[in-house]
């Protein structure tokens, strides 16, 4: 695995990694909320008790890009993490459709870009790695408006991950072949934020690229 003894793993991002956690940092068992960053924090823990990773969730409620770059440095980089992992996107999305009326609070896809490309640049000489996350609808319909809106992010996701050598984990992905075989409605009832099953899909993808053996 490349986690090493009491390293230090900071997750960034929005409702999806918040889950409940405890504000604007949790850490250890209700701390780290009921998504799937403590089922990472559970599988680490039953899987390589040899291994103490310390797991601190940074996700905030309703963050867009914009929300997350401005507490950056307080909630990750001040934190001196070994590793970060960023998903952050879902709201840049969704509020172009929620609230279209209101596109001051939109994030569109040059921003996206430029938001995520800073929060990597402010950690990633000082970082054993960086774990991008892509954001995702709940959707196989790609033509679907929001799905196929969120797949510009996604792809911006891609493109960052590979310029900066990050780690990408594609949810996206992961979601468009798990609602091929099943209706999103047995992960999530909005399409966004996912119930035990979706956290635990997402938890073992996270984990498939840490050289983690279950």
């Known amino acids: 695995m490349i986690f090493n003894d009491l390293d ?8 999806v990694t918040d889950m409940g956690s405890a504000q604007p940092v949790g850490e250890i068992n209700d701390g780290l909320g009921q998504g799937y960053v403590r089922v990472i924090d559970n599988l680490l823990s039953a899987c390589y008790p040899d291994i103490r990773v310390r797991i601190t969730n940074s996700g905030v409620g309703g963050n867009t890009s914009r929300d997350l770059l401005e507490r950056f440095e307080r909630d990750v980089v001040s934190l001196k993490p070994d590793w970060v992992s960023i998903c952050i996107g879902i709201n840049d999305v969704w ?21 995520v490309e800073k929060m990597i640049l402010s950690v990633k000489d000082k970082v054993n790695g960086i774990f991008i996350l892509t954001p995702y609808y709940m959707e196989p319909n790609t033509q ?5 809106r969120m797949g510009e992010y996604v792809d911006i996701c891609k493109r960052l991950a590979e310029k900066y050598d990050c780690v990408l984990i594609d949810f996206q992905k992961l979601y468009d072949e798990y609602c091929s075989v099943r209706h999103s409605s047995s992960i999530a009832w909005d ?21 983690f053996e279950f």
Not at 98 to 110: A, E, H, Q
Not at 191 to 211: Q, S
């Open 95 to 115: 509020r172009q459709f929620d609230c279209p009326s209101m596109s001051d609070i939109w994030v569109l896809p040059d921003e996206y870009e430029t938001n």
């Open 8 to 15: 230090r793993i900071v997750f960034a991002g929005d409702s």
């Open 191 to 211: 399409r966004v934020h996912p119930n035990e099953i979706g956290a635990t899909l997402m938890a073992r993808a996270f984990l498939r690229h840490c050289e």
């Open 144 to 148: 679907d408006m929001m799905r196929s």
